[in-house]
Nanobody
Framework: QVQLVESGGGLVQAGGSLRLSCAASGRTFSSYNMGWFRQAPGKERAFVASISWSGGSTIYARSVKGRFTISRDNAKNTVYLQMNSLKPEDTAVYYC?????????????????WGRGTQVTISS
């Protein structure tokens, strides 16, 4: 079982930046794909970005491509989400997630483990 703890959320003005972190423990972090999702008030949880277990492949939602960057440091068991050019519509609770499958294909990841989330609020 993996434990995930997000941090780095906060309140920033539109156009600003934030970097979210997700610290993982409980299993071999470097062998599992990781992802970020978000849930805005009144909306369903939505995919934001994912990164392969090796760090060599990334996938982004169309709404964040070019503004957000997902990365990982396997030595620190941590995955990051660098968010630039933030917009009010990026306001949401951001969740870190881990693939259930060992060294699976990031494109078909089955995210079965979740953190508790961190709030990101963008003011206009």
């Amino acid at each position: 079982q993996v434990q995930l703890v997000e941090s780095g959320g906060g309140l920033v003005q539109a156009g600003g930046s934030l970097r979210l972190s997700c610290a993982a423990s409980g299993r071999t972090f470097s062998s599992y794909n990781m992802g970020w999702f978000r849930q805005a008030p009144g909306k369903e949880r939505a995919f934001v970005a994912s990164i392969s277990w090796s760090g060599g492949s990334t996938i982004y939602a169309r709404s964040v491509k070019g503004r957000f960057t997902i990365s990982r440091d396997n030595a620190k068991n941590t995955v990051y989400l660098q968010m630039n050019s933030l917009k009010p519509e990026d306001t949401a609770v951001y969740y870190c997630a881990a693939d259930s499958r060992y060294r699976g294909n990031v494109g078909t990841a089955d995210f079965g483990s979740w953190g508790r989330g961190t709030q990101v609020t963008i003011s206009s």
